[in-house]
């Protein structure tokens, strides 16, 4: 957990270096004044005892392959280390469009089958990631260690940061190596890893220009265009002034993501593979709005002009040269 996992950075790291500079992510107790203020403020924060999850540290692969039962999971297959989300939906919006994943049903046992056979071969010609909403079609031992779940601690934060519902609790079952790059959410989440690390990077909503979001009508809404691995300068320049922060989460530990906070997530070497589960919660209520705006506002307000102006032209061609006219030697 917190110390293992200090210690042994070098162990866990792909060793990959980066072009811009990180600052680590805060580790705090739950009950620390300043993690809490923290979350109220929306800066991320790890949280090392909450106890969210303890009823399921004991979950490896066996374990829910054993116990989760027959239901149906989502598993995506890529040909690199990389799972880049697209929406199913937005698909017939760009014709040259390429799903870079592609997306299978399975039952968990099946998966678990094809996920040691590849660690076995050492097949890394193909990555497989799991990821499924948790639902009432699995097994009741399953049930039970969701129900014992630290919802008091949840429902407790929810209150104070005046958050919606719980949307949706995702299982996260992936191969090391495997990396979710980098984009946001329009939810808030506290990630909980279950088993094995995963490393962090993240980003404030600021970091918007240096990140070049795809369109909102492209399948990769909410992705960056900047591969971090490898940024190309010359396409997307600003990313030569990206700033962020780090962080290594292993079983226990709770990574509170703020909604709009970019995130890059690796499945680091360790046990061969991770389990996570996260919590998503609608946005907090707003009464009164405040100027200036903060940087997660104006995301809001980017994203709703871009989807007003969209759906008015009804051609995403004729967008470009429209936010031209209504800018360029007007507000230039
Ligand atoms: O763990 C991952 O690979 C991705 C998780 C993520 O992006 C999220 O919970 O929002």
Redesign the pocket.
């Known amino acids: 957990m917190a110390t293992e996992e200090n210690q042994s950075e070098s162990r866990l790291s792909s060793a990959t270096s980066y072009a811009f500079p990180l600052k680590d992510i805060p580790r705090l107790s739950c009950n620390d004044r300043k993690a809490l203020e923290m979350i109220r403020k929306s800066e991320p924060v790890i949280l090392t005892d909450t106890n969210l999850v303890a009823s399921a540290l004991h979950w490896s692969l066996d374990y829910l392959a054993d116990h989760i039962g027959d239901g149906n999971f989502t598993v995506y297959k890529s040909d690199s280390h990389k799972f880049k989300y697209y929406s199913d939906k937005k698909c017939k919006m760009v014709k040259e469009f390429r799903p870079p994943t592609v997306q299978m049903e399975m039952k968990f046992k099946d998966f678990a089958a094809l996920l040691k056979r590849k660690q076995k071969e050492r097949d890394c010609s193909e990555k497989i990631y799991l990821q499924q909403a948790l639902n009432d079609s699995v097994e009741k031992t399953i049930v039970y260690d969701f129900v014992n779940f630290n919802w008091a601690w949840l429902t407790e934060q929810q209150t104070l940061n005046n958050w919606g519902p719980l949307t949706s609790n995702?299982l996260?079952v992936?191969m090391e190596g495997?990396v979710?790059p980098v984009?946001y959410?329009e939810q808030e989440?506290f990630?909980a890893q279950i088993y094995g690390h995963?490393r962090f990077k993240l980003f404030h909503p600021d970091q918007y220009k240096n990140l070049y979001p795809y369109p909102v009508y492209h399948p990769h809404d909410r992705q960056s265009q900047v591969n971090l691995d490898c940024p190309d300068f010359d396409k997307f320049p600003n990313a030569r002034n990206l700033t962020g922060y780090q962080g290594i989460v292993g079983p226990g530990d709770v990574l509170y993501?703020p909604m709009y906070w970019w995130?890059e997530?690796e499945s680091l070497k360790d046990k061969g593979e991770t389990i996570?589960v996260?919590f998503w919660y609608m946005s907090r209520s707003v009464d009164k709005v405040e100027h200036p705006l903060s940087a997660q506002q104006k995301m809001a307000m980017t994203r709703n002009i871009e989807k007003m102006i969209l759906q008015a032209l009804d051609d995403p061609e004729e967008v470009p040269s429209f936010m031209q006219m209504l800018v360029l030697g007007r507000y230039t």
Do not use: A, E, W
């Open positions: 995702l996260l992936g495997n979710t984009h959410d989440n990630f995963k993501i995130h997530v996570s996260n």
